[in-house]
C-alpha cells in the first residue's frame, strides 16, 4: 500500500498540468462564446403593436416604441413587451371561443355569478356585455397592480351591477341598454384612472339582456302585452293625427271663405252706396237727364237678355207681326 502511494501523487500531478494546458486552450473559446452570447442578446425589435418596457437591474427605464433597440446583454436590462395598439376584449356572462382559446382564469367560473343581476326595483336580469379596452401606459399596467385583467374584471362587474340597480328591470330589457352601456363606461374609467392602471377604455357593450330563464316565459307574455299596448297607442295617435289637423285644415278653410265672403259683400255694398250716391248728386244736378239715362241703361240691361224683341207702335192697325225675323218697328 504505501508503495502505490507515490503513484497515485504522481497521477494527480500529471492531471493537474494536462488541466493548466486545456484551461489555456478553452479560454479564448470561452470567451468567443460570450462574446457571441452577448452581441446576440444586445439587441431586441419591437412589433407595430406593441411598445417595450425596459428595467435595468430591476429598475424602471425607458418604454420604447416599434422599431430595433439596443440593450446591456446577460440580464442586465429586461425588456417586456405589451401589446399596446391593438383592443383587448373581456366577456362577461358568456364565452365566446376565441376568448376560451386564452386560458385565462375565469373559464371555470359560474357564469350566473357575473351576469345576474338585481335591478332598481328588486327585480333580476341576466345581462351579458363585453369590455373593450387598450393599453395607454404599459410601464403602469405592469407595475401599477400585481393582476390588471383581474382588477379591470372587477372593476366592470361591480360598475355595471351598480349602474343596473338604478334603473327598473323594464328599461334594462328594453330601451335603457345604451344608456347603461354609457354610463358605466364612463364611471369604469373614472375608477380606472384613479388606480392609474394606464389603461384606456374604449367601448362597453351589452350583448344580450334577459330575464332569468326560470321567468322568462311570463316576462315574454307581459313584454308582448306591452307591446299590443304600444301598437294601440300608435295607431290611435296616427287615426288622431289623421282626423284632426284634416279636420283644424278644414275649419280654417270654411272660416277663410266665410271672411272672403263677408268682405267681398261688404265690399259690393260700399260700392253700391257709393254708386247711389254718385246717381243722387247727378240727379240734383240734372233731374230729367239723369231719370231717361236711368231708363235707357234699365232698358239696355233687360234687352240684352232676351233673344228676340218685337215692339209694335199700338196705333197700327191690322198689321200681324213676324216674328223670328229680326223685324222691329219703333214709333
Excluded at 376584449?89 to 375565469?106: A, L, V
Excluded at 374584471?153 to 328591470?169: A, F, H, P, T, W
Aim: a positive charge; aromatic letters at 8%; zero cysteines.
Amino acid at each position: 500500500m504505501n508503495q502505490g502511494q507515490p503513484d497515485l501523487n504522481y497521477e494527480l500531478y500529471k492531471l493537474k498540468q494536462s488541466f493548466n494546458k486545456n484551461k489555456k486552450a478553452l479560454l479564448p473559446l470561452l470567451m468567443a462564446v460570450l462574446i457571441a452570447i452577448g452581441f446576440f442578446t444586445s439587441y431586441y425589435t419591437v412589433e407595430p403593436d406593441e411598445e417595450a418596457v425596459v428595467i435595468r437591474l430591476g429598475r424602471y427605464l425607458d418604454t420604447t416604441q416599434p422599431g430595433l433597440h439596443f440593450k446591456i446583454p446577460f440580464g442586465i436590462d429586461r425588456v417586456i413587451k405589451v401589446k399596446t395598439k391593438i383592443v383587448h376584449q373581456e366577456e362577461f356572462g358568456f364565452r365566446s371561443q376565441s376568448y376560451n382559446s386564452r386560458r385565462t382564469n375565469y373559464g371555470s367560473r359560474n357564469l350566473d355569478e357575473e351576469s345576474l343581476m338585481v335591478t332598481g326595483d328588486l327585480n333580476v336580469a341576466e345581462v351579458q356585455w363585453v369590455v373593450q379596452y387598450q393599453i395607454s401606459n404599459p410601464f403602469k399596467f405592469l407595475f401599477k397592480t400585481s393582476e390588471p385583467v383581474r382588477n379591470i374584471r372587477d372593476v366592470s362587474e361591480s360598475i355595471l351591477r351598480r349602474v343596473v340597480g338604478d334603473i327598473m328591470v323594464t328599461e334594462v330589457l328594453t330601451t335603457g341598454r345604451v344608456g347603461i352601456a354609457g354610463d358605466a363606461k364612463q364611471l369604469m374609467q373614472e375608477v380606472l384612472d384613479k388606480y392609474d392602471m394606464g389603461v384606456l377604455i374604449r367601448s362597453i357593450k351589452l350583448q344580450d339582456v334577459n330575464p332569468p330563464k326560470k321567468v322568462q316565459a311570463s316576462f315574454n307574455d307581459v313584454n308582448a302585452a306591452k307591446q299590443e299596448q304600444e301598437k294601440m297607442i300608435n295607431q290611435a295617435e296616427q287615426a288622431y293625427n289623421k282626423v284632426i289637423p284634416e279636420a283644424k285644415g278644414k275649419a280654417k278653410k270654411l272660416v277663410s271663405e266665410a271672411q272672403g265672403y263677408a268682405q267681398a259683400v261688404v265690399n259690393r255694398a260700399e260700392g253700391d252706396a257709393n254708386r247711389f250716391a254718385e246717381i243722387y248728386r247727378e240727379y240734383i244736378k240734372a233731374p230729367n237727364v239723369t231719370k231717361k239715362r236711368l231708363y235707357l241703361e234699365a232698358m239696355e240691361e233687360l234687352f240684352s237678355k232676351l233673344d228676340n224683341v218685337v215692339i209694335i207702335d199700338p196705333k197700327v192697325k191690322g198689321l200681324l207681326p213676324v216674328f223670328g225675323k229680326g223685324i222691329s218697328n219703333e214709333k
